[in-house]
Structure formats: C-alpha cells, structure tokens
C-alpha cells in the first residue's frame, strides 16, 4: 500500500461550520465521473452548499460554463493548495468508474474528511458507507446529488464520519509503512535470486 505524503499528517481539518463544501480533486473527465456531476450540477443549480473542483481535463469548460456561484472551478493546484482546500472542505466527492487506488482518498482519510464514493475502484476499501462516508452505487446524478446533499446538510455528521478510524488511517498510510514493504520485497527478492 502505497503511503500518504507526510504533509497532508499536518493539515488540521478546519472546515467552515456554516459554509458547506463538497470538494473534487482529480482529472475532470468521463472515467473520473466528473461527467456526473456535471449533469448533477445542471438538474440542481440552487444547492446550498458549494462544489469546488481542483484538477484539469476536458470537461473544465463545461463546468466553467454552469456560470453557477456556488461552484468554483480552480484549476490545477499545487500541493499545498490541494491541502488547504481539503482543510476547508465537510468532504470529498469521488465518483469514479475505475480507479486502482487514488490518493486522494487516502489523503482525505488521513485529514479526516468523510468521502463519498463511487464502489468501482480501490479507494472504495476506505469508505464504509454509512459510517466514514457514504457509498453510491449508481451513475444517476440523482443518486448523487441526494448523498452529497445529504451529508452537507449536517456538519455534525461530516464530522463525525471523519473521526471515524481516522486513527487507523492515520497509522495505516504512513509512507514508512510503503518503505518497510519494499526494503522487505526487496530483501525477498535477493533470498530467492542467490
């Protein structure tokens, strides 16, 4: 398992209590499922919580497009400014079709933000639905829409879903871990060759 970047372990979660935002980082594509919540976003424009989109691809124009306030389309960000959204994030949308494992969820859990996901890929192995995040078993933007809604809905709940073994997390994603694993494959590897 590959670990989290030892920065996002000091990014304090300090989302804003009264300003609810679903944020998505990744490639602003179809396989991603930006396409989703692109469609989600049109069906529903008056939504009480802000979409923030971080990342690039080929549907930034329709997004930018919405001419919607209460979504914000960044562009590609720098580490720090990856981090500094999250911070202020109530959660992380990955709607993804296929995905081996993106980081990002790691670094979600490590922060401890609560994730909504799609089940088709490997970050669907840190999101138990219900309890850290919620799981969307379905492309139907309304699917989607009511989930995100859902959980923006109630600050106390986002935060609790983002205690939610975040201490496990937190241990599980250390990229000591990743180094201990290699430096041991790598040993293996040796044994087997002489």
């Known amino acids: 398992e590959y670990g989290v970047f030892p920065s996002y372990y000091d990014v304090a979660w300090n989302p804003n209590v009264i300003e609810p935002r679903i944020l998505f980082v990744g490639g602003f594509n179809r396989l991603k499922g930006v396409d989703i919540l692109l469609e989600m976003l049109r069906r529903y424009?008056?939504?009480?919580?802000?979409?923030?989109f971080a990342g690039g691809g080929y549907l930034a124009d329709a997004l930018k497009e919405l001419n919607d306030p209460s979504v914000e389309v960044l562009g590609m960000l720098k580490t720090d400014q990856v981090q500094a959204e999250m911070a202020k994030a109530w959660a992380l949308v990955m709607p993804s079709r296929a995905d081996t494992s993106p980081n990002v969820v790691k670094e979600a859990r490590v922060i401890g933000l609560p994730v909504v996901a799609s089940p088709h890929g490997g970050h669907a192995e840190y999101v138990e639905d219900g309890k850290d995040g919620l799981v969307v078993c379905s492309d139907d933007p309304e699917d989607?829409?009511?989930?995100?809604?859902?959980?923006?809905?109630?600050y106390e709940r986002c935060k609790a879903m983002g205690s939610m073994r975040h201490d496990y997390f937190r241990a599980y994603f250390r990229p000591e871990k990743t180094a201990e694993a290699f430096i041991e494959l790598y040993r293996e590897m040796l044994q087997n060759n002489f």
């Open 45 to 52: 424009p008056r939504r009480p919580w802000k979409m923030v």
């Open 144 to 154: 989607w829409y009511r989930a995100l809604d859902c959980l923006s809905s109630d």
